[in-house]
């Protein structure tokens, strides 16, 4: 297994969890890493990135002001923290690694070629 999330749960609408990936070496290396969504019925959707270096970080709409993506490259772990959570925050949620150029971002599902096995957020109302 490359990439291991875990962090997930049930919370009531307004609470926190925090999101944790790891990964190996050979995944994580020079990647951009990921975090998307894909709620009950839907497609998979992307919530966050963040470049090699940590210094650039990329949020779908809804999550900015409420969610922050972090690395520690030492450790080879990357976290969500997900604050103010609402219902339509549920769903599996996967971690993901996409090879990258020096300072280099996306969001295009596309481009992450590495997927963790996902896990389960449930917000409640």
């Known amino acids: 297994v490359q990439l291991q999330a875990s962090g997930g749960g049930l919370v009531q609408a307004g609470g926190s969890l925090r999101l944790s990936c790891a990964a190996s070496?050979?995944?994580?290396?020079?990647?951009?890493m990921g975090w998307f969504r894909q709620a009950p019925g839907k497609e998979r959707e992307f919530v966050a990135a963040?470049?090699?270096?940590?210094?650039?970080?990329i949020y779908e709409d809804s999550a900015k002001g409420r969610f922050a993506i972090s690395r520690d490259n030492d450790r080879g772990t990357v976290t969500l923290q997900m604050n103010s959570l609402r219902p339509e925050d549920t769903g599996v949620y996967y971690c993901?690694?996409?090879?990258?150029?020096?300072?280099?971002?996306?969001?295009?599902?596309?481009?992450?070629?590495?997927w963790g096995q996902g896990t389960l957020v449930t917000v409640s109302s």
């Open positions: 993901a690694a996409g090879s990258a150029v020096s300072g280099e971002i996306y969001r295009s599902i596309s481009r992450f070629d590495t």
């Open positions: 070496r050979r995944a994580f290396g020079m990647s951009v």
């Open positions: 963040i470049s090699w270096g940590g210094t650039r970080k």
